[in-house]
């Protein structure tokens, strides 16, 4: 009996530790794809959304690329009639002097 039970609690200890690493490498992997957002995914373009009159009709500010993705393919599904205009976000213009 005494084999039989070591080998038990040595079977149960190595699940446990297995069952650690896993869980430390999923926090590790879920901290690595949260930094990565935070770095591919800031704020980098305005976006303004005109239709063939002049006339604004939607105006984004601070978007990131995937917003980007999103606007461009909502724009191929409408009409040829709209215009949009990208910027770089954040960018300051100095006056001449």
């Known amino acids: 009996m ?11 200890t190595l699940g446990y530790i297995s069952f650690g ?4 490498l999923r926090f590790t992997g879920s901290i ?5 957002d935070l770095v591919q995914n800031k704020a980098q ?7 063939k009159n002049g006339v604004v009709i939607k105006e984004y500010t601070g978007v990131t690329q995937v917003k980007v993705n999103e606007v461009m ?15 770089e ?5 100095q006056e001449p002097s």
């Open 45 to 51: 373009f305005n976006i303004t959304v005109i239709d």
């Open 73 to 87: 393919t909502a724009m191929h599904h409408l009409h040829d009639n709209y215009k949009v205009t990208i910027e």
């Open 2 to 12: 005494g084999k039989l039970r070591f080998a038990a609690m040595l079977g149960k």
């Open 21 to 24: 690493l896993t869980q430390t």
């Open 32 to 36: 690595a794809r949260k930094i990565s």
């Open 89 to 93: 976000y954040d960018v300051t213009i």
